[in-house]
T-cell receptor, first 114, second 112 residues
């Protein structure tokens, strides 16, 4: 596709349920990033992939959060046993290798945990 | 990574030039300065990147003084559609650490 695609655009779930968020990066971009943005806040880094490897997972807030990337393309962010504080917009970005200062973002998935 | 400081908010009117200044006193020799724009319900969008002096593209200009401890994003003749949050980031161009550090940004509001 022409840009970074994220799905679903909106997700409402009940506390304690698991959710999966999907990111389809720009074709040819080897680097992929996940961020989280709470209302009125800046972006919080979660995890970074180079190819299928995740050299930096330090931003994941707890062991309920995990992410994987397969085939050097699509990535899935999974949140297990969701909590109300997980409610936020989850943003995915991709970049060319060695050009991590210029990231291209998707529109995000707005997660609401009731 | 160098910390940045920028105003929380700015107001302007249509047709005016807007200058948003960012301070980054601890910028390192290898660091570049990058600005992003974010509209409501959208992800941030890359605007411009520079290392020193002046960079201009179709959207904005970036002015960087010789000491590189600050930078100014200049938006010529703003319109209502320029209302957005603008983020200043400083880091290695390749960002080999992966992450970008976004602060709270500057909320620019353009009035008719």
């Amino acid at each position: 596709g022409a840009g970074v695609s994220q799905s679903p655009s909106n997700k409402v779930t009940e506390k304690g349920k698991d959710v999966e968020l999907r990111c389809d990066p720009i074709s040819g971009h080897t680097a992929l990033y996940w961020y989280r943005q709470s209302l009125g806040q800046g972006l919080e880094f979660l995890i970074y992939f180079q190819g299928n490897s995740a050299p930096d997972k330090s931003g994941l807030p707890s062991d309920r959060f995990s992410a994987e990337r397969t085939g050097g393309s699509v990535s899935t962010l999974t949140i297990q046993r969701t909590q109300q504080e997980d409610s936020a917009v989850y943003l995915c970005a991709s970049s060319l290798r060695g050009q991590g200062g210029i990231q291209y973002f998707g529109a995000g998935t707005r997660l609401s945990v009731l | 990574l160098a910390k940045t400081t920028q105003p929380i908010s700015m107001d302007s009117y249509e047709g005016q030039e807007v200058n948003i200044t960012c301070s980054h006193n601890n910028i390192a020799t290898n660091d570049y300065i990058t600005w992003y724009q974010q509209f409501p319900s959208q992800g941030p969008r890359f605007i411009i990147q520079g290392y020193k002096t002046k960079v201009t593209n179709e959207v904005a200009s970036l002015f960087i003084p010789a000491d590189r401890k600050s930078s100014t994003l200049s938006l010529p003749r703003v319109s209502l559609s320029d209302t957005a949050v603008y983020y200043c980031l400083v880091g290695d161009r390749g960002s080999t650490l992966g992450r970008l550090y976004f602060g709270r940004g500057t909320q620019l509001t353009v009035w008719p």
